[in-house]
């Protein structure tokens, strides 16, 4: 983008400058924005203009007043011609060229120079125009002044960027004009740019640098200004840069290191398990960012108050960067320096923008050594004085943690006893083998409890117990159990408890001497007042009288100049103390080591009861500037040893003074000491009770180190802390393992104390920082102390989590308390636990309100140190409110209907549930299921409930809706109804209200179903009326299974499968149909069935017609074995020959939808062919339908009978004229067929019932011509109420006989009104339909197909309407109804027509019934012809004859060189021979061709080769011309049923009918009134559209509706009985109604004689024909109702009237259909003529009149 400025016109008298502006002195220069850039760019292209290259324009750019620019324009002739040019020059004055006429040749230039004088400072425009003879053209002449231009971007887009975060991108600022200019920027935020302002020099870039900082997640647009010019000056050009960003939410996920699924997310918790002390152990968590932005994060821990230590976890990364898609790894380490402790802490990952804060925690188990002796007892036994013992006991580390141990024992020869190693370390999980020895000095018996320091744990104690002898003394040997029994004794003394568990494990003791030891107080009390060897100042249990024996003091120090609690002296000697506690006397015995620098005087003493003695402890060292130490050990022991009470050995006491002290001589440097801590800084419980810990000293150096606790620089640490020893000598290598005791304060420093100890005499100090203060014990609760409950349902449960944590450093035991009123309202899990230092607990708290109020509840939380159970109990209590409310859930809609299902498949459906409550509800869902249908029979119970419910219970929140989703599975075609309720829940889970209806669920299970409703017949059977082809495929009952519900067998491949090995697969349907093809002869043409498929359901349909090829699973052929029986071997001539076929095999229809089907059996073999196909519906029915098909041979007479069954219309048993009823018979051969009833079984059935014609044939005997039918002519009158079964045989000359069973049932009486009254025939199957969709190929459209009249009188003559339609859009057709065979009883007019394309005509059908009742089953025929086919007929016939004469005329001279021979002309076609029709290649090539030659009628057989002459005449006949044929006509078929009665019985049985009852019987005459010619002939074009079809149907309802209206009929009555009031013209003798020619009547006493029975209209006849045979049985046939003979005048008017009516009403209808009738025109009014005297005296006179008739 370009943006520039122009500098103010200094002429303009200050006007700002304006885009569009123009100079006001020169209109003709323009001031207009650009850039010198593009200019350049502009004015150095080239451009071609009428064979000229030249620039499109000049551009002046520097340029200066007063001064002369010249500027040359360049011509170039790139055309091939000479070229002429005329030049223009400017129309202003400020440029000037020399104006000529320029001549250019073909590839020549010219140059032109033009002169630029400027006057002003602004803009300057023109133009050169260049004329020639092929156009002109101009060139601009253009002069510029500079201006400020920047060149800067449309829009930057900025990288995407986090909440919270910032992005950044640069851009390109460039100063694209020659002035120096200034720019300053001005945006909003979240964006920001740098630099702000600037000053670029001409054609200097900048780079701009755009920070986006946004706050929340939005998409940013936003314009950055820019204005820039003069600098110093107020810039008024601007230009901008769109800005946009997008902001959107960090997010990171935390995964475990150890998946390789980067999707799975770890559980928020890094648990290291248990960790030796002073060991560290690493695990890592990977920080992964799903976003599609850069996350920023920090990773710190929780603050938990002052901690007392340093936080035992410490993480590698606390902040960082993670890229979209990346992850980062964080590694975690955890040390522990408390043994036996859990520690917990968290990590917070906060992510700069994001959402929500991450909490990890991290916990980890603090382990330390777990030491055990292999024996608690050494027993030495009995050893000589001077001797040693050496015995082995084994020192066991069971625990992971190296342990570091040492026995407070002085192994240096100053004790009877010596332990080696005496200190070291146990790896972990394993064992040391210690030696113990035993070399006594003096004959006495020995025993010391020996403590062996463990660090981080509490010492263990083993006791050493040897016997000295001498020759002298023989004191009691002491043994283990001597032990045990001092030990049970002293305890007893001491009222210490004898728990039944001391006592068995005194026994088990007593019972092992090895580990004789009672664990019964603090091993490490035992051992601090073991080390003290007085009373102990710290223990409140302790007393004088647990004493036996005590030193004072317990520790010396030699050459040790410092301020001591303990007795240290520069002297080579001190006193030490030992008092006697007991009440009987003692023996002290100090033992006495060689070489020692310690000595002990004197060495032996007896101490009385109660009574003290002092020794002196000499130091003498041997060796110089060395350090020395020691612990004396001295033995008292009764010098009676048993007590005479209780028998008891007492074993002797042992006390102990450590010593230490040096020899360096005064100057003399002492050593300097290499030793370390562990730990160095040393933390105690925070409670107010007295607690123990250990350090480790460890000697690093090659020399002896000595040590001692330095209390001169803090003297009251020797009341609150006690150290253990508190001096001592560490060989080089080895340690000391100090214990550490003291009871925490409150006034005690927080941050610790240090503890100096003295090394090597010197001022060398080594400090350990002790932490000894109390803590108050601190829980917070979430929430300030309160937690608030949503409006909950009364009886219902709410739950909410709430946060405890332990922020002291102690661990707590913890224990809510909830009143007793309260408890049925609230509760918490867990109401009790533990918690660690700095971990938080989930609370989950549970409210159910009892009744709609407030509650404010107060449980209160008590928790106290674990170390402490009992005491220091602390409070808190938590503010719980809730509110009990009552609930209640509706359904989104009240009814929802789901529509209509398949049964058998699944249809989710959602139920939307709406709590409007304030509270939550609980609730459980019941569905209860109902069937519409009342024909349905079922039991509720054992009937599946056809909607599954995915949850039935659930809660939903308050003012919340929820989706139920279920599932809709129909199980049978019927209405469901299903009542979803609900009930409430309690806290429990119970139900706890009564169910309530919510909504119903209405759906309906469909099958897919298919319908026939029209069929149609080509080819063969063309000729057969449509009831008869519906007879033939029995559609009636596939209607009828279509329709039906399919059985379970049938659904067993829901679709079409490939299911079956075999050639004839199985069959899952017991519905077996058969689809007859009729009969035809051979090699005639197929015959094709077109059935009209309908969907008459709301669903589609995929049907398939399934052969048995189909069905079955190809199989290789090494896998076929066995040979093929027959019946297959029929199914593969007729599958190979394609004898049936289907198209098409398959589809699918949708709702409403109709498709033609074509079913075509060749007659290609004699025969009857059979082949099974399966009809299968995709999830519905299954039908087995069986194709058989019979073809004739061409010389043979057959009769094809559709059905051997016939079932006759009921008939009354007192009926003296039974009707006449009909049944067909049809030709499918080639030549006549005569046929005869047998009527040997008519005579013998007559004789069977009492002489009475029981079933008489009119016409036994007659022909039935070629593809024609003809009607057997039967009366059946039935004797009996009962139904009758007749087997008739029929005969065909030449032929075979066909036994057909007739049946016919006797009624009573039929129902009064009845429109069936005497029940219904096989015939009747067939309903009457109106044909809405031709057929394929069907060009002429018939608005119905059948008419049906119903019960008529007999004599009486009723009309139809019919309408004849060409749908096609190109073809003109004729038609011709045949009426030869019907003409007495129906006629059609007009019988014969053309129809334009789209034309549609009107015929009326007139139907007139005889005087003898019959069932009327006529059949007219329609035939149908194209105007196209029948003119090129006509054009072939006029060249065929044409032809035919010029041969006539002709000779032709024959030569045998001719190429060609002539045509011969053929009158007629030669019956064709037989032609081969080979197989189609098949699979398998194991059987023969089968051939369709008439000559291979055995399967397998050769086919035999055509002769030479039967070749040579197939030649002649393809070179023949044969005689044109005429087409053949389409044949449409019109069914007319009928069945009239009596006038006697027609009023009876018919009485809303009986104006059907003719008062004249008028006969027809074929030529009355109608001509050859069309009705509509010379009409204009017919309209099309909705409202002629709407007119038709009105008016052909109206007029059936008059004709059987009984009010007209008796208006017509009424009318006859009026005077006359004109004369009849005279008609001639020809147009007079003749009779009718009644049909035969027989008679039972002759057969044979047919008796005519006349009933005449015309005038002047009055006969009346009564026939009764000589037995009297069967008179009543020849009764007639007798009639009135009325003279043809007094009919005339009602005649004339019903005619004028008829002719009215039909052509309304003619209008109709013409479109020029409109029903809803407006009613034309008509003036009538002034009322007269004269007419109302007329009117009196009729009146008179009327009167006088009634009175007649």
């Given at each position: 983008?370009?943006?520039?400025?122009?500098?103010?016109?200094?002429?303009?008298?200050?006007?700002?400058?304006?885009?569009?502006?123009?100079?006001?002195?020169?209109?003709?220069?323009?001031?207009?924005?650009?850039?010198?850039?593009?200019?350049?760019?502009?004015?150095?292209?080239?451009?071609?203009?009428?064979?000229?290259?030249?620039?499109?324009?000049?551009?002046?750019?520097?340029?200066?007043?007063?001064?002369?620019?010249?500027?040359?324009?360049?011509?170039?002739?790139?055309?091939?011609?000479?070229?002429?040019?005329?030049?223009?020059?400017?129309?202003?004055?400020?440029?000037?060229?020399?104006?000529?006429?320029?001549?250019?040749?073909?590839?020549?230039?010219?140059?032109?120079?033009?002169?630029?004088?400027?006057?002003?400072?602004?803009?300057?425009?023109?133009?050169?125009?260049?004329?020639?003879?092929?156009?002109?053209?101009?060139?601009?002449?253009?002069?510029?002044?500079?201006?400020?231009?920047?060149?800067?971007?449309?829009?930057?887009?900025?990288?995407?960027?986090?909440?919270?975060?910032?992005?950044?991108?640069?851009?390109?600022?460039?100063?694209?004009?020659?002035?120096?200019?200034?720019?300053?920027?001005?945006?909003?935020?979240?964006?920001?740019?740098?630099?702000?302002?600037?000053?670029?020099?001409?054609?200097?870039?900048?780079?701009?640098?755009?920070?986006?900082?946004?706050?929340?997640?939005?998409?940013?647009?936003?314009?950055?200004?820019?204005?820039?010019?003069?600098?110093?000056?107020?810039?008024?050009?601007?230009?901008?840069?769109?800005?946009?960003?997008?902001?959107?939410?960090?997010?990171?996920?935390?995964?475990?290191?150890?998946?390789?699924?980067?999707?799975?997310?770890?559980?928020?918790?890094?648990?290291?398990?248990?960790?030796?002390?002073?060991?560290?152990?690493?695990?890592?968590?990977?920080?992964?960012?799903?976003?599609?932005?850069?996350?920023?994060?920090?990773?710190?821990?929780?603050?938990?108050?002052?901690?007392?230590?340093?936080?035992?976890?410490?993480?590698?990364?606390?902040?960082?960067?993670?890229?979209?898609?990346?992850?980062?790894?964080?590694?975690?380490?955890?040390?522990?320096?408390?043994?036996?402790?859990?520690?917990?802490?968290?990590?917070?990952?906060?992510?700069?923008?994001?959402?929500?804060?991450?909490?990890?925690?991290?916990?980890?188990?603090?382990?330390?050594?777990?030491?055990?002796?292999?024996?608690?007892?050494?027993?030495?036994?009995?050893?000589?004085?001077?001797?040693?013992?050496?015995?082995?006991?084994?020192?066991?580390?069971?625990?992971?943690?190296?342990?570091?141990?040492?026995?407070?024992?002085?192994?240096?020869?100053?004790?009877?006893?010596?332990?080696?190693?005496?200190?070291?370390?146990?790896?972990?999980?394993?064992?040391?083998?210690?030696?113990?020895?035993?070399?006594?000095?003096?004959?006495?018996?020995?025993?010391?409890?020996?403590?062996?320091?463990?660090?981080?744990?509490?010492?263990?104690?083993?006791?050493?117990?040897?016997?000295?002898?001498?020759?002298?003394?023989?004191?009691?040997?002491?043994?283990?159990?001597?032990?045990?029994?001092?030990?049970?004794?002293?305890?007893?003394?001491?009222?210490?408890?004898?728990?039944?568990?001391?006592?068995?494990?005194?026994?088990?003791?007593?019972?092992?001497?090895?580990?004789?030891?009672?664990?019964?107080?603090?091993?490490?009390?035992?051992?601090?007042?073991?080390?003290?060897?007085?009373?102990?100042?710290?223990?409140?249990?302790?007393?004088?009288?647990?004493?036996?024996?005590?030193?004072?003091?317990?520790?010396?120090?030699?050459?040790?100049?410092?301020?001591?609690?303990?007795?240290?002296?520069?002297?080579?000697?001190?006193?030490?103390?030992?008092?006697?506690?007991?009440?009987?006397?003692?023996?002290?015995?100090?033992?006495?080591?060689?070489?020692?620098?310690?000595?002990?005087?004197?060495?032996?003493?007896?101490?009385?009861?109660?009574?003290?003695?002092?020794?002196?402890?000499?130091?003498?060292?041997?060796?110089?500037?060395?350090?020395?130490?020691?612990?004396?050990?001295?033995?008292?022991?009764?010098?009676?040893?048993?007590?005479?009470?209780?028998?008891?050995?007492?074993?002797?006491?042992?006390?102990?003074?450590?010593?230490?002290?040096?020899?360096?001589?005064?100057?003399?440097?002492?050593?300097?000491?290499?030793?370390?801590?562990?730990?160095?800084?040393?933390?105690?419980?925070?409670?107010?009770?007295?607690?123990?810990?250990?350090?480790?000293?460890?000697?690093?150096?090659?020399?002896?180190?000595?040590?001692?606790?330095?209390?001169?620089?803090?003297?009251?640490?020797?009341?609150?802390?006690?150290?253990?020893?508190?001096?001592?000598?560490?060989?080089?290598?080895?340690?000391?393992?100090?214990?550490?005791?003291?009871?925490?304060?409150?006034?005690?420093?927080?941050?610790?104390?240090?503890?100096?100890?003295?090394?090597?005499?010197?001022?060398?100090?080594?400090?350990?920082?002790?932490?000894?203060?109390?803590?108050?014990?601190?829980?917070?609760?979430?929430?300030?102390?309160?937690?608030?409950?949503?409006?909950?349902?009364?009886?219902?449960?709410?739950?909410?989590?709430?946060?405890?944590?332990?922020?002291?450093?102690?661990?707590?035991?913890?224990?809510?308390?909830?009143?007793?009123?309260?408890?049925?309202?609230?509760?918490?899990?867990?109401?009790?636990?533990?918690?660690?230092?700095?971990?938080?607990?989930?609370?989950?708290?549970?409210?159910?309100?009892?009744?709609?109020?407030?509650?404010?509840?107060?449980?209160?939380?008590?928790?106290?140190?674990?170390?402490?159970?009992?005491?220091?109990?602390?409070?808190?209590?938590?503010?719980?409110?809730?509110?009990?409310?009552?609930?209640?859930?509706?359904?989104?809609?009240?009814?929802?209907?789901?529509?209509?299902?398949?049964?058998?498949?699944?249809?989710?459906?959602?139920?939307?549930?709406?709590?409007?409550?304030?509270?939550?509800?609980?609730?459980?869902?019941?569905?209860?299921?109902?069937?519409?249908?009342?024909?349905?029979?079922?039991?509720?119970?054992?009937?599946?409930?056809?909607?599954?419910?995915?949850?039935?219970?659930?809660?939903?929140?308050?003012?919340?809706?929820?989706?139920?989703?279920?599932?809709?599975?129909?199980?049978?075609?019927?209405?469901?109804?299903?009542?979803?309720?609900?009930?409430?829940?309690?806290?429990?889970?119970?139900?706890?209200?009564?169910?309530?209806?919510?909504?119903?669920?209405?759906?309906?299970?469909?099958?897919?179903?298919?319908?026939?409703?029209?069929?149609?017949?080509?080819?063969?059977?063309?000729?057969?009326?449509?009831?008869?082809?519906?007879?033939?495929?029995?559609?009636?009952?596939?209607?009828?299974?279509?329709?039906?519900?399919?059985?379970?067998?049938?659904?067993?491949?829901?679709?079409?499968?490939?299911?079956?090995?075999?050639?004839?697969?199985?069959?899952?349907?017991?519905?077996?149909?058969?689809?007859?093809?009729?009969?035809?002869?051979?090699?005639?043409?197929?015959?094709?069935?077109?059935?009209?498929?309908?969907?008459?359901?709301?669903?589609?349909?995929?049907?398939?017609?399934?052969?048995?090829?189909?069905?079955q699973i190809e199989l290789e052929y090494w896998a076929e074995t066995g040979e093929f029986s027959s019946t297959e071997l029929h199914r593969m001539k007729v599958q190979d020959n394609h004898l049936f076929s289907i198209s098409p095999r398959?589809?699918?229809?949708?709702?409403?939808?109709?498709?033609?089907?074509?079913?075509?059996?060749?007659?290609?073999?004699?025969?009857?062919?059979?082949?099974?196909?399966?009809?299968?519906?995709?999830?519905?029915?299954?039908?087995?339908?069986?194709?058989?098909?019979?073809?004739?041979?061409?010389?043979?007479?057959?009769?094809?009978?559709?059905?051997?069954?016939?079932?006759?219309?009921?008939?009354?048993?007192?009926?003296?004229?039974?009707?006449?009823?009909?049944?067909?018979?049809?030709?499918?051969?080639?030549?006549?067929?005569?046929?005869?009833?047998?009527?040997?079984?008519?005579?013998?059935?007559?004789?069977?019932?009492?002489?009475?014609?029981?079933?008489?044939?009119?016409?036994?005997?007659?022909?039935?011509?070629?593809?024609?039918?003809?009607?057997?002519?039967w009366i059946f009158s039935p004797l009996e109420a009962k139904v009758y079964h007749m087997d008739i045989l029929i005969h065909v000359q030449d032929g075979d006989s066909t036994l057909v069973r007739f049946e016919g049932c006797g009624l009573?009486?039929?129902?009064?009104?009845?429109?069936?009254?005497?029940?219904?025939?096989?015939?009747?199957?067939?309903?009457?339909?109106?044909?809405?969709?031709?057929?394929?190929?069907?060009?002429?459209?018939?608005?119905?197909?059948?008419?049906?009249?119903?019960?008529?009188?007999?004599?009486?003559?009723?009309?139809?309407?019919?309408?004849?339609?060409?749908?096609?859009?190109?073809?003109?057709?004729?038609?011709?109804?045949?009426?030869?065979?019907?003409?007495?009883?129906?006629?059609?007019?007009?019988?014969?027509?053309?129809?334009?394309?789209?034309?549609?005509?009107?015929?009326?059908?007139?139907?007139?019934?005889?005087?003898?009742?019959?069932?009327?089953?006529?059949?007219?025929?329609?035939?149908?012809?194209?105007?196209?086919?029948?003119?090129?007929?006509?054009?072939?016939?006029?060249?065929?004859?044409?032809?035919?004469?010029?041969?006539?005329?002709?000779?032709?001279?024959?030569?045998?060189?001719?190429?060609?021979?002539?045509?011969?002309?053929?009158?007629?076609?030669?019956?064709?021979?037989?032609?081969?029709?080979?197989?189609?290649?098949?699979?398998?090539?194991?059987?023969?061709?089968?051939?369709?030659?008439?000559?291979?009628?055995?399967?397998?057989?050769?086919?035999?080769?055509?002769?030479?002459?039967?070749?040579?005449?197939?030649?002649?006949?393809?070179?023949?011309?044969?005689?044109?044929?005429?087409?053949?006509?389409?044949?449409?078929?019109?069914?007319?049923?009928?069945?009239?009665?009596?006038?006697?019985?027609?009023?009876?049985?018919?009485?809303?009918?009986?104006?059907?009852?003719?008062?004249?019987?008028?006969?027809?005459?074929?030529?009355?009134?109608?001509?050859?010619?069309?009705?509509?002939?010379?009409?204009?074009?017919?309209?099309?559209?909705?409202?002629?079809?709407?007119?038709?149907?009105?008016?052909?309802?109206?007029?059936?509706?008059?004709?059987?209206?009984?009010?007209?009929?008796?208006?017509?009555?009424?009318?006859?009985?009026?005077?006359?009031?004109?004369?009849?013209?005279?008609?001639?003798?020809?147009?007079?109604?003749?009779?009718?020619?009644?049909?035969?009547?027989?008679?039972?006493?002759?057969?044979?004689?047919?008796?005519?029975?006349?009933?005449?209209?015309?005038?002047?006849?009055?006969?009346?024909?009564?026939?009764?045979?000589?037995?009297?049985?069967?008179?009543?046939?020849?009764?007639?109702?007798?009639?009135?003979?009325?003279?043809?005048?007094?009919?005339?008017?009602?005649?004339?009237?019903?005619?004028?009516?008829?002719?009215?009403?039909?052509?309304?209808?003619?209008?109709?259909?013409?479109?020029?009738?409109?029903?809803?025109?407006?009613?034309?009014?008509?003036?009538?003529?002034?009322?007269?005297?004269?007419?109302?005296?007329?009117?009196?006179?009729?009146?008179?009149?009327?009167?006088?008739?009634?009175?007649?």
């Amino acid at each position: 983008m370009l943006a520039e400025t122009l500098a103010p016109d200094p002429l303009a008298s200050g006007a700002k400058w304006k885009p569009s502006g123009k100079n006001i002195k020169n209109p003709r220069i323009h001031q207009k924005q650009r850039s010198g850039k593009y200019q350049r760019q502009a004015s150095s292209q080239k451009s071609c203009l009428l064979g000229l290259e030249l620039k499109p324009e000049l551009v002046w750019e520097d340029w200066d007043l007063g001064g002369e620019f010249t500027e040359t324009l360049v011509l170039k002739n790139i055309h091939s011609k000479l070229q002429k040019l005329h030049v223009r020059p400017p129309l202003s004055k400020f440029f000037t060229l020399i104006p000529q006429i320029i001549v250019l040749s073909p590839g020549t230039s010219f140059s032109m120079p033009i002169i630029f004088r400027p006057l002003q400072r602004c803009e300057y425009e023109d133009s050169i125009e260049f004329q020639s003879k092929n156009g002109s053209f101009q060139v601009c002449l253009r002069a510029t002044i500079p201006c400020h231009a920047l060149e800067v971007p449309d829009s930057v887009l900025l990288p995407l960027c986090a909440v919270q975060n910032s992005s950044h991108s640069t851009f390109l600022l460039k100063n694209v004009s020659k002035l120096q200019t200034s720019f300053q920027w001005e945006c909003a935020a979240p964006f920001q740019l740098s630099p702000e302002q600037g000053l670029l020099k001409p054609g200097q870039e900048c780079h701009i640098t755009v920070l986006f900082q946004p706050q929340e997640a939005l998409v940013y647009q936003k314009q950055a200004n820019c204005k820039f010019g003069e600098e110093g000056d107020k810039a008024e050009s601007c230009c901008t840069v769109l800005l946009q960003g997008i902001a959107k939410y960090p997010y990171l996920q935390l995964r475990n290191s150890g998946t390789k699924d980067e999707k799975e997310q770890c559980g928020k918790e890094l648990h290291f398990g248990s960790v030796a002390v002073g060991h560290s152990l690493q695990k890592h968590f990977y920080i992964f960012n799903p976003s599609p932005v850069t996350a920023s994060f920090s990773l710190s821990q929780m603050s938990s108050g002052a901690p007392l230590l340093e936080s035992e976890f410490s993480c590698d990364v606390p902040r960082g960067k993670v890229e979209p898609g990346g992850s980062l790894r964080a590694t975690v380490t955890y040390t522990p320096a408390v043994v036996d402790s859990v520690s917990v802490e968290y990590l917070s990952l906060k992510c700069s923008g994001a959402l929500s804060e991450t909490l990890i925690k991290l916990t980890g188990h603090c382990v330390g050594p777990k030491v055990s002796l292999s024996s608690s007892v050494v027993d030495f036994d009995c050893v000589e004085e001077g001797g040693a013992v050496v015995q082995t006991v084994e020192l066991v580390n069971s625990s992971p943690v190296e342990a570091h141990y040492q026995w407070d024992l002085d192994c240096s020869g100053n004790s009877v006893f010596s332990i080696q190693p005496a200190s070291g370390t146990v790896s972990p999980h394993s064992h040391t083998t210690l030696k113990a020895v035993y070399r006594p000095t003096q004959p006495i018996a020995h025993h010391r409890r020996v403590a062996c320091l463990i660090l981080y744990r509490d010492p263990i104690f083993l006791d050493l117990i040897g016997t000295c002898r001498s020759e002298l003394q023989q004191p009691a040997i002491l043994k283990p159990e001597h032990l045990f029994l001092y030990k049970l004794r002293w305890y007893r003394t001491q009222d210490l408890p004898d728990t039944p568990s001391d006592m068995q494990e005194d026994h088990n003791s007593h019972k092992r001497p090895d580990t004789a030891g009672v664990v019964c107080r603090n091993p490490m009390e035992e051992y601090y007042q073991s080390c003290l060897g007085c009373m102990d100042p710290f223990s409140s249990s302790c007393s004088l009288s647990s004493l036996h024996v005590s030193v004072m003091p317990s520790e010396l120090l030699f050459n040790h100049k410092m301020y001591s609690i303990l007795s240290t002296s520069s002297t080579s000697s001190q006193p030490v103390s030992i008092t006697n506690h007991t009440r009987e006397k003692l023996s002290l015995v100090w033992t006495a080591a060689q070489d020692c620098p310690f000595t002990v005087s004197p060495p032996l003493c007896e101490l009385a009861p109660l009574k003290s003695t002092s020794f002196r402890v000499t130091y003498d060292p041997k060796q110089l500037n060395t350090l020395h130490g020691a612990q004396l050990e001295c033995f008292a022991f009764y010098r009676d040893n048993q007590d005479l009470e209780d028998r008891v050995l007492f074993p002797p006491w042992c006390v102990t003074v450590r010593v230490i002290g040096h020899s360096f001589q005064p100057g003399k440097e002492h050593f300097i000491p290499s030793c370390s801590l562990t730990p160095s800084r040393v933390v105690f419980p925070p409670l107010s009770v007295l607690s123990h810990q250990t350090v480790l000293l460890q000697n690093c150096g090659d020399l002896p180190l000595t040590f001692c606790l330095d209390h001169s620089l803090n003297p009251t640490l020797a009341e609150s802390m006690f150290v253990v020893p508190s001096c001592g000598l560490i060989q080089p290598g080895s340690h000391q393992i100090l214990m550490l005791r003291t009871t925490p304060t409150e006034d005690s420093p927080k941050q610790g104390f240090s503890l100096h100890l003295r090394l090597n005499a010197a001022k060398h100090t080594k400090e350990l920082t002790v932490v000894s203060v109390v803590e108050q014990m601190c829980m917070s609760l979430e929430g300030d102390n309160s937690l608030y409950f949503q409006p909950t349902a009364v009886g219902s449960r709410t739950q909410r989590s709430h946060h405890i944590r332990n922020l002291s450093h102690l661990p707590l035991r913890f224990q809510w308390s909830i009143p007793e009123p309260e408890q049925e309202l609230i509760s918490v899990e867990p109401d009790a636990g533990e918690l660690h230092p700095n971990e938080s607990s989930v609370q989950i708290w549970s409210f159910c309100p009892l009744v709609e109020e407030m509650y404010t509840l107060k449980p209160t939380l008590t928790f106290w140190p674990i170390q402490t159970p009992g005491c220091n109990k602390s409070h808190l209590t938590l503010n719980v409110v809730g509110m009990g409310a009552s609930g209640s859930i509706e359904a989104e809609k009240a009814v929802l209907d789901v529509g209509e299902t398949l049964v058998g498949s699944y249809r989710p459906i959602q139920v939307t549930l709406v709590n409007n409550s304030p509270c939550s509800v609980s609730f459980c869902l019941s569905v209860q299921q109902i069937l519409l249908d009342e024909e349905l029979t079922y039991d509720p119970e054992s009937e599946p409930n056809a909607l599954r419910l995915d949850c039935d219970r659930g809660t939903i929140a308050s003012h919340a809706t929820m989706l139920l989703r279920s599932t809709v599975r129909p199980h049978r075609r019927t209405q469901y109804l299903w009542t979803i309720s609900y009930q409430m829940l309690n806290a429990s889970g119970f139900l706890s209200s009564p169910p309530q209806t919510m909504c119903e669920v209405r759906a309906k299970g469909v099958l897919p179903t298919l319908q026939v409703i029209d069929v149609w017949g080509g080819g063969s059977v063309s000729s057969l009326s449509k009831v008869h082809l519906w007879k033939l495929f029995s559609l009636d009952r596939l209607n009828e299974h279509l329709l039906s519900n399919p059985s379970p067998a049938e659904l067993t491949y829901r679709t079409p499968t490939r299911h079956s090995l075999s050639s004839s697969p199985s069959i899952f349907t017991k519905v077996l149909l058969d689809f007859n093809f009729s009969a035809a002869p051979l090699n005639s043409e197929p015959s094709t069935f077109v059935l009209m498929f309908h969907n008459p359901g709301s669903i589609y349909v995929d049907w398939a017609f399934l052969f048995p090829e189909d069905q079955q699973i190809e199989l290789e052929y090494w896998a076929e074995t066995g040979e093929f029986s027959s019946t297959e071997l029929h199914r593969m001539k007729v599958q190979d020959n394609h004898l049936f076929s289907i198209s098409p095999r398959s589809g699918t229809l949708l709702p409403g939808q109709q498709r033609a089907v074509h079913f075509t059996y060749s007659h290609d073999f004699t025969g009857t062919d059979r082949f099974p196909v399966v009809f299968k519906l995709s999830h519905g029915r299954e039908i087995l339908l069986n194709f058989q098909g019979a073809t004739v041979e061409r010389d043979r007479p057959y009769l094809h009978f559709a059905s051997k069954r016939h079932v006759f219309t009921s008939v009354t048993i007192r009926n003296c004229s039974p009707p006449r009823q009909m049944y067909e018979l049809n030709n499918g051969g080639e030549v006549p067929v005569r046929y005869e009833v047998d009527m040997a079984v008519l005579s013998q059935l007559q004789v069977d019932n009492f002489n009475h014609p029981l079933l008489y044939c009119l016409n036994p005997e007659g022909v039935v011509l070629p593809g024609k039918t003809a009607m057997l002519e039967w009366i059946f009158s039935p004797l009996e109420a009962k139904v009758y079964h007749m087997d008739i045989l029929i005969h065909v000359q030449d032929g075979d006989s066909t036994l057909v069973r007739f049946e016919g049932c006797g009624l009573n009486s039929p129902s009064l009104g009845s429109t069936t009254p005497f029940g219904c025939s096989d015939t009747k199957a067939y309903e009457p339909c109106a044909q809405r969709l031709p057929f394929p190929g069907q060009v002429l459209f018939l608005s119905e197909d059948s008419v049906c009249l119903g019960n008529i009188p007999v004599c009486s003559r009723s009309s139809r309407i019919l309408f004849l339609t060409n749908v096609s859009h190109t073809d003109t057709v004729h038609y011709t109804w045949e009426q030869q065979n019907n003409q007495q009883v129906v006629q059609i007019r007009p019988d014969r027509g053309s129809l334009c394309p789209g034309e549609r005509a009107l015929c009326v059908l007139t139907f007139t019934s005889t005087d003898y009742p019959t069932d009327y089953q006529l059949d007219i025929i329609c035939q149908v012809i194209q105007e196209a086919a029948l003119t090129r007929y006509h054009d072939a016939l006029q060249r065929w004859e044409e032809e035919k004469a010029r041969q006539l005329d002709e000779f032709t001279i024959t030569d045998k060189d001719l190429a060609q021979s002539p045509e011969v002309l053929i009158d007629k076609e030669p019956v064709a021979a037989p032609v081969r029709k080979g197989p189609p290649l098949r699979k398998y090539k194991t059987l023969p061709p089968i051939c369709a030659n008439a000559n291979c009628e055995a399967v397998g057989t050769i086919c035999i080769k055509l002769t030479k002459a039967e070749r040579r005449a197939q030649r002649e006949t393809a070179k023949a011309w044969r005689c044109p044929e005429a087409p053949k006509p389409a044949l449409l078929h019109l069914w007319v049923t009928a069945q009239s009665h009596m006038l006697m019985e027609y009023p009876p049985h018919f009485p809303k009918q009986s104006n059907r009852c003719p008062r004249s019987v008028k006969a027809q005459q074929p030529d009355l009134q109608y001509s050859s010619t069309s009705l509509l002939e010379g009409l204009p074009p017919t309209t099309h559209g909705p409202d002629r079809d709407i007119t038709m149907h009105v008016l052909t309802s109206l007029l059936s509706g008059i004709l059987d209206d009984p009010a007209f009929t008796q208006s017509l009555i009424t009318l006859a009985s009026k005077p006359i009031t004109y004369q009849l013209q005279k008609t001639s003798p020809s147009s007079l109604p003749s009779s009718l020619p009644p049909p035969p009547c027989p008679t039972p006493s002759n057969p044979t004689h047919q008796h005519q029975v006349l009933l005449s209209g015309t005038v002047g006849q009055k006969e009346q024909h009564n026939t009764v045979d000589s037995e009297g049985t069967a008179g009543c046939w020849g009764n007639r109702c007798p009639t009135q003979n009325t003279p043809h005048t007094e009919h005339a008017p009602a005649d004339i009237s019903e005619d004028v009516l008829l002719n009215t009403l039909q052509n309304l209808m003619i209008e109709a259909v013409r479109g020029e009738l409109v029903l809803t025109a407006h009613p034309r009014t008509v003036i009538l003529p002034p009322f007269s005297t004269r007419s109302r005296r007329t009117s009196k006179a009729m009146a008179e009149e009327e009167k006088v008739d009634l009175r007649n």
